[in-house]
Structures are given as C-alpha cells and as structure tokens.
C-alpha cells in the first residue's frame, strides 16, 4: 500500500506514480522484469472479476514470475534425452 489515501486532490498521486506517458512504470518494468500496475481507489484501473476499480487503497501491483534458468535447462536436457530414446 502507498499509505497516501489522505494525500489532498491537488496533489495528483495517480499521475505521480506512473509517470509522464507511464515513464514510471515503464521503468521499474525494464528494469525488472516485472509487470506493474496501479490498482485500487483512484487508480483507474478496472477490476476484470467486477467490472470496477477497488476499493482498496492504491497502491502498486507487482507480478512477477521467476523462472530458474537450472531447471530450465535440466528440462531440455531430458527432452533431448527422451528425444533420442524415441523409436521412429
């Protein structure tokens, strides 16, 4: 949570948050990998499951899906494996 629901309406959180043209946003995407957006009350963005936004207070939404390059590469290696094995 940011913690600024009782900021006054003229300081303009939303558009602090995500930048000129979602400089921000864009940023902490590129430079993590990271999918971000701003949800909750004030963020505009509408809820998929409600058709609303929330009504929680704003605040960033980070996801982010790690994928371990070992086992990635354990896995090619077993298909390559089971590839070889295979009768025509």
Known sequence: MIGLEHAPPTFDLRNKLIGQGGANLH??????????????????????TTGAESMEP???CVEYVFVNEQLVQIFLKEYNVSNQEAPL
């Open 58 to 60: 704003l605040h960033l």
């Open 27 to 48: 940023y902490i995407r590129n430079e993590t990998g990271a999918m971000v957006t701003l949800r909750g009350k004030g963020s505009g963005f509408i809820e998929p």
